[in-house]
């Protein structure tokens, strides 16, 4: 498996992992624009096709990650984890001093993921996300300080 930058040229294949991993898919042309706006970045993880993907974007000292997104086969292989700590050492770089996101709050696995690398809760968007029907889900807020080291997520000697 690789882990590379992903283009514009890569929508396509992106947006196709993305409805893999979500029931409201992204269009490519919008991860085509994303990817195309000044600050924003994507990796992907490949091997034969792309198997987990982030986009994220940082401006201002603060950066944020957009969506990430893994093939349902590939969960729980710590795919995930790898590509929040490529964008988190990106955004560090872009001179970007926390991460947010946001998360549904039943979510209990991508909530997992993302405490474990270094996120705490900050805040809650009531009825955020669209679960159709009239259904609404929470948004929680999270934000990671990229100036220091996150928890190690193997304690106890695991690998």
């Known amino acids: 498996m690789k882990l590379r930058i992903a283009g514009p040229d890569d ?7 993305h409805a893999t991993a979500f029931e ?6 919008l991860i085509a624009d994303l990817i195309a706006t000044p600050g924003a970045g994507a990796l992907v993880i490949e091997d034969e096709a792309p198997q987990a993907m982030i986009l994220f974007r940082a401006a ?25 700590e490529a ?11 926390a991460l947010f996101l946001e998360v ?13 690398a270094g996120f705490a809760e900050v805040g ?15 948004a ?5 300080d990229l100036n220091s ?5 193997y304690p106890a000697g695991g690998t």
Request: proline share 8%; aromatic share 4%.
């Open 60 to 84: 201002g000292g603060e950066s944020e990650v957009l969506t990430l997104a893994v093939d349902p086969r590939r969960r729980r292989e710590g795919l995930g984890g790898l590509l929040v």
């Open 140 to 144: 929680l807020v999270m934000r990671r």
């Open 87 to 97: 964008a988190s050492a990106l955004a560090r770089e872009a001179g970007a001093e």
């Open 149 to 153: 080291t996150p928890p190690n997520p």
């Open 24 to 29: 409201a898919p992204w269009p490519a042309g």
């Open 124 to 138: 809650r968007r009531p009825g955020y996300y669209d679960r159709g029907g009239g259904a609404r889900a929470d």
């Open 104 to 116: 549904a709050h039943d979510n209990a696995a991508a909530i997992g993921l993302y405490q474990r």
């Open 11 to 17: 929508a396509e294949l992106l947006a196709a992992l």
